[in-house]
């Protein structure tokens, strides 16, 4: 890990400016796939490699050091795993420390190239920002001092002990603005009632795994024909929520210590999973860090949403299919997780292209028609989402076929499905004024 973290920080050090991206990509993108299929590292394995001693039946030499030494793990024998949430700060201090040489020596070709990283100087000039009350999106667009790009620092963000396992994920620029100034979001009661949803988030999660039993069923993958079409509802619809809280959890665990500790990431999930209508929205609020994470370092850089119109549509198209197979490559180097990144960008596509055929502006003088047809394309939206995710995250393909099957199956099952979109198309009507209201107080949010 050392060694590793010792590399990359070389890398945007000793390499020359205009190499240092496309260094950083290629070097942590290939310790994703060098970390996977040396599962880690074996020290036995090196030492065989080394010293050329031929490897017994289970892949490992005789004693030797080697072997003495993996049979010492620490707290996280495998820590391969959980080392992909530090290549995404990896890419950040590297990019962010680039971009900060781009600012420094910037000319007219390099702003407009990247304008999200200079917004903030026209905002200082028109006003005198205050350091020490910086939104967030000020203290990740501003860049570090430069002396604070160093390795103690770099040290420091990359092992930060509270978000290390699974984040939240935050941005090296952040992270050195919230150093030097404490955020005035962070106060006593505000950390206390969220220690207090932790807690109830906490005590929901044992209830459920306590009374409903939709993990062990799926696990031992039953004959679905036993079950009626409103039961292989609930068992997908509840797997999808056991899912969320599974990943809720630690995510506000490791939020609440560093709160504690008096650094404010980024909240993960800002909604509940079943209060969500839109796939893109969906995507936003879902591992919210993440989603940010890849907004700034992949998919403004890459082009993001393109030119206004047909082409630039499609470009936004083939931008999403590339951010989501990055997404599933970093999750895991699966086949079934590179489907359900590719399918995630296939049920985009109707989302974009029915908002492109059916402007707002248009249905300006039919609000209630309007709203309605909205509901008929957010109940496909919602059918799409559970799909992929229990592709990606339960069942598989074959698992999904079956439960496909057992519930389309037969007329009474045909019945069901429509009640449920019915059911559905209720339930987003109300997600639909929910919206109104947080608009109505103020509230803008993008998820």
Request: proline share 4%; net charge positive; charged share 15%.
């Amino acid at each position: 890990m050392l060694l590793i973290l010792y590399l990359n920080y070389s890398l945007s050090k000793k390499l020359p400016k205009e190499y240092i991206p496309t260094a950083t990509w290629v070097f942590n993108i290939g310790v994703l796939f060098a970390n996977e299929l040396c599962r880690g590292y074996s020290f036995g394995r090196i030492y065989s490699f080394v010293f050329l001693q031929p490897l017994s039946e289970d892949g490992l030499t005789a004693v030797n050091w080697g072997t003495w030494l993996d049979g010492y793990g620490g707290l996280i024998p495998r820590w391969e795993v959980l080392f992909n949430i530090t290549v995404l700060r990896l890419i950040s201090f590297n990019m962010d420390y680039y971009w900060s040489l781009q600012l420094r020596n910037g000319s007219p070709v390099e702003v407009r190239s990247f304008p999200f990283l200079f917004s903030y100087t026209n905002a200082h000039k028109k006003k005198q920002l205050d350091l020490s009350n910086l939104s967030e999106r000020d203290r990740i667009s501003a860049p570090a001092k430069n002396g604070d790009y160093s390795f103690r620092n770099y040290f420091a963000y990359v092992l930060y002990s509270p978000l290390y396992l699974t984040g939240p994920i935050i941005t090296f620029n952040d992270y050195i603005s919230q150093l030097r100034y404490r955020p005035y979001s962070i106060n006593q009661t505000r950390t206390t009632l969220y220690a207090i949803r932790f807690a109830i988030a906490l005590l929901t999660m044992e209830v459920m795994i306590h009374y409903m039993y939709m993990v062990a069923i799926f696990k031992a993958q039953p004959s679905w024909e036993v079950y009626t079409p409103f039961q292989l509802s609930m068992l997908g619809f509840f797997n999808l929520n056991h899912i969320w809280l599974k990943l809720l959890l630690p995510w506000r665990f490791f939020r609440l210590w560093a709160l504690l500790d008096g650094i404010d990431p980024p909240e993960n999930m800002v909604r509940c999973m079943s209060d969500n209508y839109s796939a893109m929205a969906f995507w936003r609020g879902w591992h919210r860090s993440f989603n940010r994470w890849i907004v700034r370092y992949i998919y403004i850089p890459i082009g993001g949403s393109g030119a206004a119109g047909f082409w630039g549509r499609f470009r936004s198209i083939l931008n999403y299919l590339a951010v989501f197979t990055f997404v599933a490559l970093w999750h895991d180097i699966q086949l079934r997780l590179l489907m359900w990144g590719w399918l995630v960008t296939l049920f985009v596509l109707p989302e974009i292209i029915a908002s492109l055929l059916l402007p707002r502006r248009k249905w300006r003088d039919r609000p209630n028609a309007y709203r309605i047809i909205c509901g008929i394309g957010a109940v496909g939206n919602i059918l799409m989402m559970m799909v992929a995710n229990l592709v990606g995250f339960a069942l598989g393909l074959d698992g999904l076929e079956g439960l496909a099957k057992g519930i389309v199956r037969s007329y009474s099952g045909l019945a069901f499905l429509a009640s449920a979109c019915g059911a559905l198309f209720v339930g987003v009507q109300v997600m639909f004024e929910v919206r109104e209201q947080e608009l109505r107080e103020g509230i803008r949010m993008k998820c």
